[in-house]
């Protein structure tokens, strides 16, 4: 779904896999500094937007999801997964009720895939399920914004900003009102400075939670029965994730940074090394330069000089999941 945004002055189209919003409006770290000193607004308008009605909802969904939701209050945010029979992660959603629905976003182009499997487990619920993408979208205000939301907008408060679910037809009003807009690369950026995976980017078809950080922040450990939770049992109490998430400071002489999918080896080993993990998302940051997360095997040695992609772009990883 292309935004309307992407005619406000200077906004270059995002790639993959965040087409439909701007990647920048011309100037990518004069955003970036914006965002991180709590100004403007990120339009995530291609996000997926999912509601759940029905007195039922919350207990409903505490039996799907794997975070606590069955007492959650109004206004308060919640991350929370899906996950295969296996434990292997299929959705990532972030939710909100404001006492009488449950409001879920998701990535680009997931929300159908999301409604059809929450459709599949009402059985005899008092819920009703309604993709909500064509008339709401979401957007961003960063952390240390003082910005009032709109009135008629669902707000979804965290520790990195607040995300506002708003009437998709009032877009262009909401960025006279908010701006500057600031593109998704800039969200990017501080997203992977705080070491936050997403969905399709940190993970694969093989993902478990413990391996990129979600268990706490997604995964409730404490509560009953979901789909998958024998596995995140089972790694949590008896063994280690088979990779684990990082974050790479790379050189910054290099004109090209490494792109998803790229390969990891130890720099020891030189650019035939064997292949130990993958870069996920690479950025450029206003302050840190070039940096990456990337899914590792568990064992490699945390103090291990790294190189990465076929320029054998040098690493320094910190830690992010404990080997």
Not at 21 to 44: M, T
Request: charged content about 20%; some cysteine.
């Amino acid at each position: 779904m292309k935004s309307p945004l992407l005619s406000l002055p200077g906004a270059v189209p995002a790639e993959a896999p965040d087409e439909g919003v701007a990647a920048h409006y011309g100037d990518l770290f004069r955003e970036q500094r914006a965002l991180a000193d709590g100004k403007g607004f990120v339009d995530l308008s291609h996000r997926g937007v999912v509601t759940v009605s029905g007195a039922d909802r919350l207990t409903w969904l505490h039996l799907l999801l794997t975070q606590h939701v069955s007492e959650l209050e109004p206004g308060h945010a919640a991350d929370a997964l899906i996950l295969s029979a296996n434990g292997h992660v299929e959705q990532a959603v972030y939710l909100v009720d404001d006492g009488t629905t449950t409001w879920l976003h998701t990535e680009p182009d997931r929300q159908g895939e999301l409604v059809a499997y929450l459709e599949s487990m009402r059985f005899f619920y008092r819920v009703e399920v309604v993709d909500r993408t064509a008339g709401y979208a979401v957007t961003h205000l960063p952390a240390g914004s003082i910005a009032a939301p709109p009135a008629d907008a669902v707000v979804r408060e965290t520790s990195y900003g607040r995300d506002l679910f708003v009437p998709r037809d009032g877009l262009r009003a909401f960025a006279d009102t908010y701006g500057p807009a600031v593109g998704v690369l800039a969200h990017e950026a501080l997203r992977v400075e705080a070491h936050r995976p997403r969905l399709g980017l940190e993970t694969d078809h093989r993902t478990i939670p413990h391996e990129v950080g979600w268990i706490g922040s997604a995964v409730h450990l404490q509560k009953g029965c979901y789909r998958g939770q024998e596995t995140v049992a089972r790694v949590q109490n008896l063994g280690k994730p088979p990779r684990r998430l990082v974050f790479l400071h790379l050189d910054g002489s290099d004109v090209r940074i490494p792109v998803h999918g790229d390969d990891v080896r130890l720099a020891s080993d030189g650019p035939e090394g064997r292949k130990l993990g993958f870069v996920t998302t690479s950025v450029r940051h206003h302050e840190l330069g070039p940096i990456a997360l990337a899914l590792v095997k568990r064992n490699l040695p945390a103090d291990a000089g790294l190189i990465v992609g076929a320029d054998a772009t040098a690493a320094a990883q910190e830690v992010v999941v404990a080997p």
